[in-house]
């Protein structure tokens, strides 16, 4: 089994930065904006892995994917917020 990298053919990573957008304008403050983003990648990988029966190692295989999509969505998000001057 390989890791799955999209959700309904949308990349995971834009997912999370869409889903912490919501959150933050729903209050959560924009200091955790990265920590939830890392926290939604874990959840989407592992439950990705629980739904496809994954194999241990495999286990460790998606929640550093997760990890990286949390960090790649928050990374994404922060150089597009110095691109617009914010």
């Known amino acids: 089994m390989e890791a799955q990298y999209t959700i309904g053919g949308i990349p995971i990573a834009l997912v ?4 912490v957008n919501e959150a933050k304008k729903a209050g959560v403050p ?21 739904l496809a029966g994954a194999e241990p190692m495999v286990w460790f295989t998606n929640i550093l994917t997760g990890i990286l999509a949390g960090l790649a969505a928050s990374g994404g998000y922060d150089n597009i917020q110095t691109l617009k001057g914010e």
């Open 16 to 19: 999370i930065i869409g889903l």
């Open 30 to 50: 924009s200091q955790f904006a990265g920590l939830l983003a890392i926290l939604l990648g874990l959840v989407f990988y592992t439950v990705w892995s629980a």
